[in-house]
């Protein structure tokens, strides 16, 4: 039961995977064209020889953009591997909390072993149990994703094994180093990754404004110049709107909240020692806490289609 339920968050975390790497690629092409359209609608005002030409295409890149956007949010791509995350870090965790017979898996192991004397026989009962519990509280993760229509791809460990897998056997310090190291290593690598994203869409924004007022200063001079100041002023917003900065900005503080909470449990740990099952629990119940408050936080900070301001201002240039 382990290896299927450990099966299925693989596949569920791939269906993920390929989802956000397919929206990323819908929201940047998106957002080459909104530049695009800006850029065009700019150079058809500025260079009047060119204004016929750089005008339709300025109006047809503007139309593919807000297409793009409204086609990315209709799908609900962005929505369905959020949600899909959500789903493949439950099973996860519940893997784990299995492997150590801890919370509802310790309980119904023991009621079945109650009252058999034969060893073999107490712990085949126990084991039935706990894997009967497994079936059941996956099937409750798994309904929050397959309600949506959602099926999960297909992804099974592969004969060189998964070495966060959990073993049949799992040892305390198995699950240290397994689960607990490799996930502050995740927090860390990801949230380096976001932070050095953030840093870069803030610095190309903050230069697509700085351009903007500079044109707006030589537009007072040569009005050759004004068609560039709505052009930079819309690159500004669409690659703030892309970056989704204040996403990667929840995301740095979370990760850098959850790294030093499982350090602090190995800490913890390590001065006073837990058995498994409490070293278990303690973990995975912080994870599934960082996981309900990460899933309303992503949902409500999506990226968004064009509104109608936004493309009269990528279209001011061309009128």
């Not at 001065?271 to 936080?297: C, I, R, Y």
Request: charge should be neutral; hydrophobic fraction near 50%.
């Amino acid at each position: 039961m382990l290896r299927q339920t450990w099966n299925a968050y693989r596949g569920w975390a791939k269906f993920a995977r390929d989802q956000q790497a397919a929206t990323q690629r819908w929201n940047l092409a998106a957002l080459l064209f909104v530049i695009a359209a800006a850029l065009l609608g700019a150079v058809s005002v500025a260079l009047p020889d060119w204004r016929a030409g750089a005008a339709l295409l300025a109006a047809l890149a503007s139309a593919v953009a807000a297409f793009l956007g409204r086609q990315i949010v209709g799908a609900g791509d962005e929505q369905k591997w959020i949600q899909v995350r959500a789903t493949a870090e439950g099973l996860k965790s519940e893997c784990y909390l299995y492997g150590a017979r801890a919370g509802a898996y310790g309980a119904a192991a023991a009621d079945a072993a109650k009252g058999i004397a034969d060893p073999a026989a107490a712990k085949a009962a126990a084991d039935a149990a706990a894997a009967r519990k497994l079936a059941a509280l996956s099937r409750e993760i798994v309904k929050q994703a397959t309600d949506k229509g959602l099926v999960r791809a297909d992804n099974p460990v592969p004969d060189s094994g998964d070495k966060r897998e959990p073993p049949a056997s799992m040892t305390k310090d198995w699950y240290k180093t397994g689960r607990i190291q490799d996930q502050i290593d995740y927090y860390r690598e990801a949230r380096q990754k976001n932070q050095e994203a953030a840093d870069n869409l803030w610095w190309l924004a903050f230069a697509s404004g700085l351009a903007a007022i500079v044109f707006g200063g030589l537009g007072a001079l040569a009005q050759r110049f004004a068609p560039w100041i709505s052009a930079m002023t819309t690159l500004a917003a669409a690659i703030a709107g892309y970056g989704l900065i204040d996403r990667r900005k929840y995301l740095i503080s979370s990760y850098f909240a959850m790294q030093s909470s499982l350090e602090q449990i190995l800490g913890l740990d390590a001065e006073a020692p837990m058995n498994l099952a409490d070293l278990v629990t303690t973990t995975e119940d912080l994870l599934d806490g960082e996981h309900k408050a990460w899933l309303p936080q992503m949902l409500a900070m999506q990226h968004q289609p064009q509104d109608k301001s936004q493309q009269q201002a990528v279209g001011q240039g061309s009128a």
